[in-house]
Structures are given as structure tokens and as C-alpha cells.
């Protein structure tokens, strides 16, 4: 059983930075996908960042330049990595996961359909 648990969210001042952390356990393929998520109060979620196990990353164009994500297989966790964080970006932030056989179709997705796994969120507040 795949499960995901992330950790890290919490009050920074805009312009401020925060890493979210996210620790992955059960998967069994070596071929990933892992995605960074937020959903703020009365929105949609919208993915901002994507990593597979192949290295290739993608992101969403309001967090281009500002958003790291990376993957510490040592530690089998997902980071985050938010810098110049502005007041329009307080939501919860989820990370997400999907473990594959291979690797043939293995692309970053922004998209909620592409991922199988999900955690339980954590908070980031952005005060101005």
C-alpha cells in the first residue's frame, strides 16, 4: 500500500520561502511520477510541479523560476521548494504519486488523473 505523508507547510511572510516535504513508502516499480498540488478555499486544485523517476520535470507557469521540486531517493521523499512566495498563494498543498511498470509512457503531468496516490495535505499561509 502506497502511502504519502507530507510535512513542512506553515506561516511564511510574502516574499518569504517554505520546503514542503513529502515521504513516500510501499511503492514497489522503480518508474514514478510525483506531483505537487494546492487547492485554496473556494478554487479548484491545480498542480504546480511534476517529477518522474527519469528526471524530467515540468511546471506550472505561475510558479516557473520560483518552484523547485526534487526527489531524494535515499530518503524515498518529494520536496517542494517554494521561494518568493506572494499573498495569492496560501492553499493547501497535496502531494501526489503513481508508481509504473515502465517507462515508455513515464511523462510529468500537471493533471489529477495522472497520479493513483495521495496525501493529506499541508497548510502555507502567506501573510503580507
Known amino acids: 500500500q502506497v502511502q504519502l505523508v507530507e510535512s513542512g507547510g506553515g506561516t511564511v511572510q510574502s516574499g518569504g520561502s517554505l520546503k514542503l516535504s513529502c515521504i513516500i513508502s510501499?511503492?514497489?516499480?522503480?518508474?514514478?511520477?510525483v506531483g505537487w498540488f494546492r487547492q485554496a478555499p473556494g478554487l479548484e486544485r491545480e498542480g504546480v510541479a511534476s517529477?518522474?523517476?527519469?528526471?524530467?520535470?515540468i511546471y506550472a507557469d505561475s510558479v516557473k523560476g520560483r518552484f523547485t521540486i526534487t526527489h531524494d531517493s535515499g530518503k524515498n521523499t518529494a520536496y517542494l521548494q517554494m521561494n518568493s512566495l506572494t499573498p495569492e498563494e496560501p492553499a493547501m498543498y497535496y502531494c501526489?504519486?503513481?508508481?509504473?511498470?515502465?517507462?515508455?509512457?513515464?511523462?510529468?503531468?500537471?493533471?489529477?488523473?495522472?497520479?493513483?496516490?495521495w496525501g493529506q495535505g499541508t497548510q502555507v499561509t502567506v501573510s503580507s
Open positions: 510501499g511503492y514497489t516499480y522503480s518508474f514514478w511520477r
Open positions: 501526489a504519486f503513481r508508481q509504473c511498470s515502465n517507462s515508455l509512457t513515464l511523462t510529468p503531468a500537471l493533471a489529477e488523473n495522472r497520479y493513483a496516490y
Open positions: 517529477l518522474v523517476s527519469e528526471g524530467s520535470t
